[in-house]
């Protein structure tokens, strides 16, 4: 069925270094791939997205990164600071409208 | 100005109990979502409308009934609380079903004693 697999399930780095969230999803009809950053406490809130007809995406300090024949998609944080540290969620969608979540990463930020 | 509010933020209630969930969007969209936040963080859809009109029916009990009475509303009325159901719930809007960003609500966080 639908599946998306998000790795690692828990990130920690030094302030400054980068940092990299990888998913695979199994459907094959999916164009559009979110990602959603979630504080303790707060609601998911959406960071950057990406559609299938593009390979790659840049905001600032993030980018996100799309591999549809290999159907891969990888969030990438440089220069991380110490508010980066939340919990990460990839999406993907279905034919039905339906967005599929990964399991989250937990991104730590050591100052 | 919240664009989607939902209330109440905490709901504390007894197994066995009744209880409904509000959620509003003043962002002129016509999809609204209701997801599920278990403890291990993982956000699973339940139901989503898209004007008015239910889209997305997910293995859910049948305890659970969404209501959108116009598409800038959508509730949810839990019947016969299980302990199961503490969660934190929360609910979302997009402007069409078709692969948009999706607006989230502060939540709420139902605990059952």
């Known amino acids: 069925g639908e599946n998306v697999e998000q790795h690692p399930s828990t990130l920690s780095v030094q302030e400054g270094d980068s940092a990299v969230i990888k998913c695979t999803y199994s459907?094959?009809?999916?164009?559009?791939f979110p990602w959603y950053k979630q504080e303790l406490g707060k609601r998911p809130q959406l960071i950057i997205d990406?559609?299938?007809?593009?390979g790659e995406k840049k905001d600032q300090r993030i980018a996100v990164t799309l591999n549809k024949t290999a159907k891969h998609f990888s969030l990438h944080i440089t220069e991380t600071q110490p508010e980066d540290s939340a919990v990460y969620f990839c999406?993907?969608?279905?034919?039905?409208?339906?967005?599929?979540f990964g399991q989250g990463t937990e991104l730590s930020v050591k100052p | 100005d919240t664009a989607v509010s939902q209330t109440p933020k905490y709901l504390v209630t007894q197994m066995g109990n009744d209880k409904s969930i509000k959620c509003e969007q003043n962002?002129?969209?016509?999809?609204m979502y209701w997801y599920k936040q278990d403890s291990k963080k993982f956000l699973k859809i339940m139901f989503s409308?898209?004007?008015?009109?239910?889209?997305i029916n997910e293995t859910v009990p049948n305890r659970f009934s969404p209501k959108s009475p116009d598409k800038a509303h959508l509730n949810l009325h839990i019947n016969s609380l299980e302990l199961g159901d503490s969660a934190v719930y929360f609910c979302?809007?997009?402007?069409?079903?078709?692969?948009?960003?999706?607006?989230f609500g502060d939540g709420t966080r139902l605990s059952i004693l």
């Open positions: 990406i559609r299938s007809n593009v």
């Open positions: 999406a993907a969608n279905n034919q039905g409208g339906k967005l599929i």
């Open positions: 459907d094959s009809a999916s164009n559009y």
């Open positions: 409308y898209n004007n008015k009109e239910l889209i």
């Open positions: 962002l002129g969209h016509d999809t």
């Open positions: 979302a809007s997009s402007k069409s079903y078709e692969g948009q960003p999706q607006h």
